[in-house]
Every structure is written in structure tokens, then in C-alpha cells.
């Protein structure tokens, strides 16, 4: 491991501790002001390898494993941000035992095509980064490609379902959002 990576996830890790730890009382605060009111809190696909989607997810994506479970159905995961526990939005992983599924229609149906899950990174040179070790590992889908505003600079690849995911670099998801949903009347 080169020393700019050992530094980088150090870095990375003593971020996310200050994030965590400075901002207790706010994501407390905030929590309360929005619980209880209809919120979007999770996407839940259905999976053939919980283990192996938790890996993935874990290693190529920013998503920390919250929990895994299991009942007599079957095997549950969630997964999500741990600096934004004030307003969770949680990737939930169900992997039903066989004749278990809540209907016949529960079985996986990866997302395809222009169907995904979306990721943003900090800058363009991660695109090409996420897509030279997906192409290595096979599972690239859409090499790194520079497409109109408010698209930005993307790559897709695919999870081990089979499910599209997009890296994109400069969206502005977040911006855009808060600019919009801050601006007054």
C-alpha cells in the first residue's frame, strides 16, 4: 500500500470520527425536527449473494454495513452513510430463503440499463480510477464518458446481481438540492 493510500483512508477515517463526534447535537436536532413525518428512507433490492453484495458495496462505494439479520424468511442487510444519521436514506439487501419470498414476483430483478443507483465523487480523476478497476474486475459497463450538464462525467459499472451503478463527477446533486429546497418562497 503506497503512502498516499495509507494517508488517504487515515485521513478518511479521522474525518468521519470528527463529522461523527462534532456533529451529535445537530443530527440530534435535526432528527427530531423531521421524525415522524413521511420521509424517503430506503431503496431494497433483492439479492441471490447477500455476502457478496455487502462486500461489494462496501469496498467500491462509501456505504457502511448499519446491520445484517436474519428470520426465518431469510437474510437482511442495510446499509447507508454513517455521517448523515440525522437523515438516513438506507440501501436495504434481501436475500429470501427458497419458498419464502413475500410474493412470486420477490425473486432478484437486477436494475438495468439506464435503471440505477447513483454515486457522486469529489473529482473526475475518481471516475477513471473506479473505471480501471472495474474493467479489471470485468465488470465495467459503461467506460468514463463526459455527457451534457447537469449528467457531468460518469462511468457505469455492475454489481455482482448485475444491478447498473453510476460514478458521476460533477452533478451537483447536493448543490442543486440544497440551493433549491434553501431558497426562500
Not at 49 to 66: F, R, V
Request: aromatic share 12%; charged share 20%.
Amino acid at each position: 500500500m503506497s503512502e498516499t493510500t495509507t494517508y488517504s483512508r487515515f485521513a478518511h477515517g479521522w474525518a468521519r470520527l470528527a463529522c461523527r463526534t462534532a456533529g451529535r447535537a445537530l443530527a440530534q436536532s435535526r432528527f427530531e425536527a423531521v421524525a415522524g413525518l413521511p420521509r424517503w428512507t430506503h431503496l431494497a433490492l433483492s439479492v441471490t449473494d447477500i455476502d457478496a453484495m455487502i462486500d461489494w458495496y462496501t469496498t467500491h462505494t462509501p456505504l457502511e454495513l448499519l446491520v445484517k439479520r436474519e428470520d426465518a424468511n431469510g437474510y437482511g442487510a442495510w446499509l447507508g452513510h454513517s455521517d448523515a444519521p440525522d437523515t438516513p436514506f438506507i440501501l436495504v439487501f434481501a436475500q429470501f430463503f427458497a419458498g419464502h419470498e413475500p410474493d412470486e414476483h420477490a425473486g432478484p430483478t437486477p436494475l438495468g440499463s439506464f435503471a440505477h443507483l447513483g454515486f457522486e465523487v469529489a473529482d473526475r480523476s475518481d471516475i477513471d480510477a473506479i473505471a480501471a478497476v472495474a474493467e479489471e474486475g470485468g465488470w465495467l459497463a459503461t467506460p468514463p464518458l463526459q455527457l451534457p450538464h447537469p449528467i457531468g462525467y460518469i462511468c457505469m459499472v455492475r454489481d455482482p446481481d448485475g444491478n447498473t451503478v453510476e460514478f458521476s463527477h460533477d452533478q451537483g446533486v447536493y448543490e442543486f438540492a440544497q440551493e433549491h429546497f434553501t431558497r426562500p418562497g
